[in-house]
C-alpha cells in the first residue's frame, strides 16, 4: 500500500497545513463515500496481499461491520439513491481502521527482508 504522500512535508509547516486542512476536509464531504454510509478505509481496494491479511487480521465485529457498509452502499449504488441524512457517516465516526494494520504488516515484511539480507559473520579465531 505504499503510496506517495506529501503528508509530512505539509504537516512539517504550519501555514500550509492550516490551508489544506479545511481543502481535506471539503474534498472528504464531496468525494461521496461519506453520503453512502461508508469509511475512507472502506475504499482501499483489496487485490494486494498486504490488504488481504490485514483483513484478515481485523476482529470478527469490524470484519463485519465493513461487509455490512460495503453491501448497503453497493445497494444504494444499484438503486440510485444516497443514504438517510441520519444514516451517513459522521467525521467522528470516520476512523481508521484498516491503515494502522496495513502498515504494521508492511513493517514486519520490511524487518524480515532486513533480517533474510543480513550475513552472519564468524568471529575471529586466533
Not at 12 to 28: C, D, E, H, S, T
Amino acid at each position: 500500500m505504499s503510496y506517495p504522500t506529501m503528508a509530512g512535508f505539509i504537516m512539517k509547516r504550519p501555514w500550509l497545513k492550516n490551508w489544506m486542512i479545511p481543502v481535506a476536509k471539503w474534498y472528504k464531504q464531496a468525494a461521496g463515500y461519506r453520503q453512502l454510509g461508508l469509511r475512507a478505509d472502506d475504499l482501499i481496494p483489496e487485490e494486494n496481499e498486504t490488504v488481504l491479511l490485514a483483513l484478515k487480521r481485523l476482529p470478527p465485529k469490524e470484519a463485519y461491520d465493513r461487509i455490512f457498509r460495503l453491501r448497503r452502499a453497493f445497494q444504494c449504488s444499484l438503486a440510485q439513491t444516497l443514504l438517510p441524512k441520519e444514516q451517513w457517516t459522521t467525521p467522528e465516526e470516520d476512523r481508521l481502521y484498516l491503515s494502522p494494520i496495513i502498515k504494521e504488516i508492511e513493517a514486519e515484511k520490511k524487518e524480515r527482508e532486513d533480517l533474510d539480507v543480513m550475513v552472519p559473520k564468524k568471529p575471529a579465531t586466533s
